[in-house]
Nanobody, 125 residues
């Protein structure tokens, strides 16, 4: 399975940005996808997740109300619409795909089997 993420860039505080991530390969048994991010000197943290089965979405408290995760037209792909961006949102954003049978929480990185290469989001104040 390969994940291809795109959409990062340099924006100003308050701006919006949309990230996309598509999965290729044997993804039939996947149950959802998520975004995580990692800022310099910090641990990777959960941002948002989408579950295929019922369309449930999950968000970190820090992004609730500003970020929206959605599925891209029934594909094995997700979009992350980010609005009202803050300097603290700056990070490398990674998408990941969750396989069937994962027992870890959907917000845990351990729940995800494959990861994309990351896309850099920079937010200037």
């Amino acid at each position: 399975v390969q994940l291809q993420a795109s959409g990062g860039g340099l924006v100003q505080a308050g701006d919006s940005l949309r990230l996309s991530c598509a999965a290729f390969g044997p993804t039939r048994t996947s149950t959802g996808m998520a975004w995580f991010r990692q800022a310099p000197g910090k641990e990777r943290e959960f941002v948002a997740a989408f579950k295929w089965t019922d369309g449930s979405t999950y968000y970190a408290d820090s992004v609730k109300g500003r970020f929206t995760i959605s599925r891209d037209n029934g594909k094995i792909a997700v979009l992350l619409q980010m609005t009202s961006l803050k300097p603290e949102d700056a990070a490398v954003y990674y998408c990941a795909i969750r396989g069937r049978g994962s027992v870890e929480p959907i917000t845990s990185a351990a729940s995800y089997s494959y990861w994309g290469q990351g896309t850099l989001v920079t937010v200037s104040s």
